[in-house]
């Protein structure tokens, strides 16, 4: 089938440096589905390297105050908000 | 019966006066409307009002257009049939059994079905001409650069771009002379301040006028690498409008780009490993979906994420933070950066022997509801023609090239970076 | 190197600095939004769809904090890269908008520099690896208890988008004490090139590196080769917030690694937090987890070519080259080079001063009387560098007679301070003008007049009731009489 296997333990942690969590469900279908998708990424391999220029250089603005938004604007779609403070759950 | 073609329905009065004044335009929901619900399609903004409005909606407002809801797409800008919407599909007029395509499956339904006169998609990897193909409408994507990303919420950010769909090739023509142009709050369209210009491109310019059918002398590429594998009854299609082009005084020449070969490929993994990033914010805090769960930071965060996106954005996410993380960076997104310089290369070679490029939109009809949806890599490779015009930064129009079954098929015709004038002639061309 | 091993030879201390600097520009790094900070402003009232990470906004470069960014490389002796590009660093974070912080990687804008320092009396050079720009984050509140107990958090993103520097040092330190002279230097540097600001809260952050390696690797002149380093095990500490805390956190860390290594137990390679208020270093390892960051390029800015700015963009003569300068051009001394370019608002005042008066008399004026007057009512030479004239008409007054010195520092001075007066209003109003002869004239006479138990003392051979009568004199004309003259003038009339 595919020569890069990826089995659930690599989706599990590449979940979690995703910050997404799956069930085992997921966790089961999305291996398989990544193992046939990687497989057919392989085929990069064969690509030579080639150095790019880019496009546009130095693209800058100057150091002027503009507009911003007033803290009710900020805080409008806020799930839950604090004194004018965003509120999230604990650190650790 | 609905066609689900809004997931918000409402009405934004333009200024008075302007090249659009009583023109009606939808707007695809991923495009930041200020005080208008904004959800990409998606669980995780489905309560987001944006605070401000995009660039591009400010000057359609500015030239007189009144826009008239958010159209329904792929969430966040993933899938190509607009059946990754948390809001379920959008039907496709012709055939209502049939998908619109995608992501801005919405856009072009609005423009086919008649709800609105134009509609504002955006484009990754084909968004914009997949369903302008799928709908028989016209769809455009502009060179990077040429229109403003500010207000364009993020999927692929060095790959996406703002285009404009209507019912004709001078219309979407009009409304891109109205949302191009330079501005300061998006870096990557300062064209006006490079070296090798003397001012944005889309300056001084009339697209609109461009769409004068004269295709006497011009010469049109035929991407042969593109016509295997597609569908006959497209290819028939596809080469009968060719065929035309030439009887109105094109010439047809046949061109190969090996470097196409990887070009679904790269731009997957570039696509994917830009999103896994951009939609790294999404954690319920600032914005969007709140579960309301107990935990620490990750952990809500996490179940958030889990709860807020839908499969195939998971799927993408997920790939994207393999192919940047540690180990697999070289191997696949370097790689993939060096495939698309090859493309750039191969096409700058192409544009020696052609003024424009073409190949069928979609190698294949549009396909039925629900065909799609059980193999993912299936659904990325039908983006085949349409991927590398993205990965080049280059322009690209989908024009209709007539019916097979009753069902429309497009013509892409590619533009060398910045001459959308010389594409829009050549679509209009097509139109006769 | 096994932790008995090292026990029994003797150590030395390798440190190497990571120093985070907020650069004093008018906005933000990638939007408009103001960088100036009230002391009392509401939390996330200095925000955009930029800072704030909304979606679909997107980043653009200030151009001075690259132009800040230029005038570090140049202090520093640093190179100025020919491309350089900002990228990617993913990692999830409450203060982070984007989850993702704009930085720069494998190609920083500038590189390769030094900073000398000089500790008792010895200087070296510390070599500076790179020097990068990045965005600040927001800042946190931890809610009910501390990082680890909290119930919740509190953000405000007012600070996120702030541009900030990250300066890396090699692993030259050989001692705490040098780390704390090169931060002290390093701020002076940086409030002399005008982009920084010692007194705001948060604008400086260090990270250190330190290890301990056998004292014999180390060369004469401090050179440590790449395996003994390698070999070392490298403890990592965080939150230090000044030059200070640099030396304490270090000191404190040099003690514990060498306590432990004496034991013959390993120290770790971990990373430790420094609490201030308690003066230890605590472990993090719990928060210790993989950190793969992924970077990428930031394909929403266009990578930079500015290494002819270099040569553009002008800095001010640097606090060393300028005492130095002070001492050969004015002739003073180390203690005066010293306080008068403690700031460059400073040493610019006092060479506009110079320039009209005698280089030791300004410098009196401006070191001793003026900055200790400033002192004392907390401000700032900022806050009267606008009053230079009428300074230096203060000055003038003294150095012509017109005044006498005492009346020039305690009540001109302090009146121009206390009351924002000009020196000739103060003069006039507190009638301390040389007194002119009349008027000394007719204070004498008064003053025999009535005082006549002095007068008769005097007479009677005391001399010293002269003095008395001298000091009626002084009060009369308001102490602007010169009181040998009074003494003259009161002997010639009473010896009638």
């Not at chain 2, 497209?234 to 090996?258: H, I, K, W």
């Not at chain 3, 202090?75 to 890269?81: D, F, G, K, R, S």
Request: glycine share 8%; charged share 30%.
């Amino acid at each position: 089938m595919s020569d890069t296997p990826v089995d659930a333990e690599e989706v599990r942690h590449v979940a979690e440096l995703a910050r997404v969590n799956l069930d085992e469900d997921e966790v089961e279908e999305f291996a398989t589905q990544f193992a046939d998708i990687l497989d057919y990424f392989d085929a990069l391999d064969e690509v030579p390297e080639v150095d790019a220029e880019p496009d546009l250089v130095n693209v800058m603005r100057s150091d002027e105050v503009r507009d911003c938004l007033d803290q009710s604007e900020a805080l409008e779609n806020a799930s839950d908000a604090e004194d004018g403070f965003f509120k999230g759950p604990r650190v650790s | 019966m609905s066609l689900n073609i809004f997931v918000t329905e409402e009405t934004v009065a333009g200024d008075d006066d302007g090249p659009l004044a009583g023109k009606t335009v939808a707007v695809k929901d991923n495009i930041s409307t200020e005080g208008v619900r904004t959800t990409c399609g998606s669980a995780m903004l489905e309560e987001y009002v944006p605070p401000y409005d995009a660039t591009v909606v400010e000057r359609l407002k500015a030239s007189g257009a009144t826009i008239v809801g958010k159209t329904n797409m792929d969430e966040f800008g993933m899938g190509g049939t607009t059946e990754t919407s948390a809001f379920g599909p959008t039907k496709n007029p012709v055939d209502e059994s049939r998908v619109p395509g995608g992501s801005s499956g919405g856009s072009a339904a609005a423009v086919a079905a008649g709800e609105a006169d134009l509609a504002l998609g955006t484009d990754t990897g084909g968004s914009v001409r997949n369903p302008a193909a799928f709908c028989g409408v016209v769809g455009i994507k502009p060179t990077y650069g040429l229109v403003s990303r500010y207000g364009l919420v993020a999927y692929a950010n060095s790959l996406e771009q703002v285009g404009p769909i209507g019912s004709t090739v001078e219309d979407a023509a009009a409304l891109l002379d109205v949302i191009s142009g330079a501005d300061e709050r998006d870096a990557t369209t300062r064209f006006d301040q490079s070296a090798e210009m003397d001012a944005h491109p889309a300056e001084g310019s009339d697209y609109a006028a461009a769409a004068d059918g004269d295709v006497d002398g011009l010469t049109v590429g035929v991407i042969t690498d593109l016509l295997e594998g597609a569908d006959d009854r497209v290819v028939e299609t596809f080469e009968a409008a060719v065929s035309d082009l030439r009887a109105q005084g094109a010439d047809v020449v046949d061109v190969s780009l090996e470097s196409l070969e990887h070009a679904v490929q790269a731009y997957y993994v570039i696509a994917m490993s830009e999103a896994s990033s951009n939609l790294a914010r999404y954690d319920g805090v600032r914005y969007g979906l709140s579960t309301g769960k107990e935990g620490n930071w990750n952990d809500v965060y996490a179940d958030t994420r889990e709860e807020g996106f839908g499969a195939e954005v998971k799927r993408r996410i997920l790939l994207g933070t393999y192919a940047l993380s540690a180990g697999y960076h070289d191997k696949y997104y370097k790689k993939a950066q060096d495939a698309r310089a090859w493309i750039k290369q191969d096409f700058d070679e192409a544009f020696a022997e052609a003024d424009v490029l073409a190949t069928p939109t979609m190698p294949v009809l549009p396909p039925e509801l629900g065909e799609s949806l059980s193999d993912p890599l299936q659904l990325y490779l039908m983006d085949a023609n349409t991927v590398p015009v993205n990965l080049a930064n280059l322009p690209a129009i989908s024009v209709p090239a007539g019916e097979a079954d009753g069902l429309p098929v497009g013509l892409q015709l590619i533009g060398p970076k910045f001459g959308e004038e010389t594409m829009i002639r050549a679509a209009s061309a097509v139109e006769n | 190197m096994t932790a008995k091993a090292l026990s029994q030879r003797d150590l030395a201390t390798v440190i190497g600095l990571e120093v985070h600097v907020q650069l004093e520009t008018d906005t933000k790094i990638f939007c408009g939004c103001s960088t100036d900070a009230a002391e009392d402003e509401e939390p996330n009232t200095r925000t955009c769809p930029v800072c704030l990470g909304l979606p679909g906004a997107l980043p653009v470069l200030n151009e001075g904090a690259v132009e800040a960014a230029v005038k570090v490389g140049k202090a520093l002796n640093a190179t100025v890269a020919e491309h350089t590009r900002f990228h990617r660093k993913n990692y999830y974070y409450p203060d982070l908008p984007k989850n993702f912080q704009i930085t720069q990687y494998d190609a920083p804008i500038c590189a390769e520099g030094t900073l000398e320092v000089s500790v008792e009396g010895e200087r070296r050079d510390i070599g500076i690896e790179r020097a990068h720009l990045e965005e600040d984050p927001g800042s946190l509140q931890h809610k009910g208890g501390s990082i680890d107990t909290a119930d919740y958090t509190l953000v405000n993103y007012n600070r996120a988008g702030t541009p900030l520097m990250e300066i890396v040092t090699k692993p030259d330190f050989r001692s705490p004490q040098e780390t704390r002279a090169f931060l002290a230097k390093l701020e002076e540097v940086l409030e002399y090139l005008g982009i920084f600001d010692a007194t705001r809260d948060g604008s400086l952050r260090i990270d250190a590196n330190i290890s301990m390696v056998p004292a014999e690797n180390v060369g004469d002149d401090g050179a440590i080769s790449d395996e003994t380093l390698a070999e070392a095990n490298r403890t990592e500490v965080k939150n230090i917030s000044s030059h200070k805390g640099a030396e304490k956190a270090l000191a404190y860390e040099v003690t514990r690694q060498k306590n432990a290594i004496s034991r013959g137990r390993a120290v770790e390679q971990e990373t430790r937090h420094w609490d201030e208020s308690r003066g230890i270093t605590v472990s993090m390892r719990s928060k210790e987890e993989e950190k793969d960051y992924r970077y990428f390029r930031e394909a929403d800015l266009p990578p930079l070519e500015v290494a002819d700015w270099k040569e553009k963009i002008a800095i001010p003569e640097l606090p060393d080259a300028r005492r130095e300068r002070f001492r050969e051009e004015y002739g003073l001394d180390a203690e005066s080079a010293s306080k008068l370019t403690s700031t460059k608002e400073v040493a610019d005042f006092y060479e506009d001063v110079a320039e009209q008066f005698d280089p030791d008399l300004a410098a009196t004026w401006v070191a001793d009387n003026l900055l200790g007057e400033l002192n004392y009512r907390d401000m700032q030479i900022t806050d009267v560098s606008h009053r230079l004239d009428e300074f230096t008409r203060l000055v003038e007054l003294v150095a012509e007679g017109s005044i006498t010195t005492k009346n020039a520092e305690e009540v001109v001075l302090r009146g121009m301070l206390d009351d924002g007066d000009a020196p000739d209003d103060i003069v006039d109003r507190e009638g301390l003008g040389a007194a002119d002869d009349d008027e000394v004239v007719t204070a004498v006479a008064e003053a025999i007049e009535e005082n006549p138990d002095a007068v008769e003392d005097y007479h009677a051979g005391e001399g010293g009731a002269v003095n008395f009568l001298v000091g009626q004199v002084m009060q009369k004309t308001g102490g602007s009489a010169d009181p040998g003259d009074v003494n003259q003038m009161l002997r010639e009339k009473l010896d009638e």
